[in-house]
């Protein structure tokens, strides 16, 4: 049963650490999304990939938040330093080009800044 | 700009009952329309989608969309809710943005359902 993999589940780490969230798309997906959801913002688009390229990570704070796809079977979310404010949920979601824009979603990494 | 807006953040239904969530779109093209639930702890399931042809869409779990571009809606429908049914559903509209293929989600309307 193919899914989207995502590690870790939950995270709680102080204010100024660095975290790295990692992501593990369907074998064959060629985009990968990643999304931050909180109660105030709902679903927010922070980056956008297509065959390991950055396309569009206008939705990410630059300034501490990278994105990279160091292959094709892995996706990377880092927030150096982490702040409070950055305690969400972060979604990652894979799919194909040519498909319209249809989207499998991993179960998430719920990021506690304290 | 491309938009989804969802209008009730709350719905709660008996066990039964039937149920339909709102979901209004705004886009300059013919939209690829979503539905998904989210499940406490979970991500994203899609539930059914839009794309051409048939107005009318089945999905999973015995739920339905009817597309009406008139009214720029995409509601999501089921004829008797089960205790299981409670999540949030969040509708989605697709299509070509920006150089890529984009999905931009609705807030959310969380469901819950009476025994």
């Known amino acids: 049963d193919a899914r989207v993999t995502q590690t870790p589940r939950h995270k709680v780490t102080e204010m100024g650490q660095e975290v790295t969230m990692r992501c593990q798309p369907i074998l064959g997906h060629n985009t990968v999304f990643w999304y931050r959801q909180t109660m105030m913002q709902g679903l927010e688009l922070l980056a956008y990939?297509?065959?390991?390229?950055?396309?569009?990570d206008s939705g990410m704070p630059k300034d501490r938040f990278s994105a990279e796809m160091p292959d094709a079977t892995l996706a990377t979310l880092k927030i150096q330093p982490s702040e409070p404010r950055d305690s969400a949920v972060y979604f990652c979601?894979?799919?194909?080009?040519?498909?319209?824009?249809?989207?499998?979603f991993g179960e998430g990494s719920r990021l506690t800044v304290l | 700009a491309q938009s989804v807006t969802q209008p009730d953040i709350h719905i709660t239904v008996s066990e039964g009952a039937s149920l339909e969530l709102r979901c209004n779109y705004s886009?300059?093209?013919?939209?690829?329309l979503f539905w998904y639930v989210q499940s406490p702890g979970q991500g994203l399931q899609l539930l059914l989608k839009?794309?051409?042809?048939?107005?009318l869409v089945q999905g999973i779990k015995g739920f339905e969309a009817e597309f009406k571009r008139s009214q720029s809606s995409f509601n999501l429908r089921k004829p008797s809710v089960h205790w299981s049914d409670a999540a949030e559903y969040f509708c989605?509209?697709?299509?070509?943005?920006?150089?890529?293929?984009?999905?931009?989600f609705g807030a959310g309307t969380r469901l819950a359902v009476h025994p």
């Open positions: 990939f297509r065959n390991r390229a950055p396309l569009d």
């Open positions: 989605a509209v697709g299509g070509y943005s920006g150089g890529y293929n984009k999905l931009i």
């Open positions: 979601a894979s799919g194909l080009a040519q498909n319209t824009g249809e989207l499998f």
């Open positions: 886009y300059g093209a013919t939209p690829y």
């Open positions: 839009y794309f051409s042809g048939d107005t």
